[in-house]
């Protein structure tokens, strides 16, 4: 497994679900959960608008890049499509692709020709797709002293293993909701930190079923 590998498995950890957004694996997402602590009217006002810029977006593509708690850096493009469909197509030196369904993520290590199916039921990251389960329900605002940016830190506080995500929207007048994502943070549950950074968001842009496929290195007979 490459480093680079490893380092977005323990972004997924927190983050793959918000982008996600299906409990269709989840157990523990059957349970009660503890939302985040009340809001003031303020706070609850930014949440709002960081919950429509989200449900605003329909299809997006955005360069990226991906930064670990070392500084270790590797970039590449983001295609998202609501509901439910992700793909982080890396730079080729990373040899890896990200392929969310909906369902769940796959990650596809090439290098290797090693492919792993991450259930995306559970963390905070959901809220990318499904804004409505997750981040009205956990998202808390964080101040920032910037008011053209707004911070919602996203948790289930009921269960700390899902880890933390916090995203960050600066406000734009041709983005979805007046304000758009330009970066989030994602905390697993080992304490391991990756940011992912966007840039050059094209909205509304054609997205095919084909955007959601990959091609599986593995040999036919150990499949």
Known sequence: ??????????????????????????????????????????????LAAAVAALRGIST?????????????????????ARPGRIR?????SARMLIVGDGKALTMVDYAVNQVQRWPIGNSPLGALLDPKRDVAKFGTVRPTGNPNVISVEVRDRSH???????????????????????????LDSQNQRTTITLSKHRYGVPVSDNDFRFNDPRPRNRR
């Open 160 to 186: 700390p293993e899902y880890g933390v995500i916090t995203l960050i929207f600066t406000r734009k007048a041709s983005a979805p909701g007046g304000l758009e994502l330009t970066y989030w943070v994602a």
């Open 88 to 92: 982080f197509q890396y730079e080729k």
């Open 1 to 46: 497994m490459t480093r680079t590998f490893k380092i977005f498995r323990s972004c997924v950890g927190a983050a793959a679900p918000i982008l996600l957004g299906t409990a269709a694996f989840s157990v523990p997402a059957l349970l009660p959960a503890t939302p985040a602590l009340a809001a003031s009217p303020a706070e609850q006002q930014q």
């Open 60 to 80: 997006l593509k955005a360069d990226f890049l991906q930064t670990d708690r070392n500084g270790g850096s590797v970039s590449g493009q983001l295609t998202l």
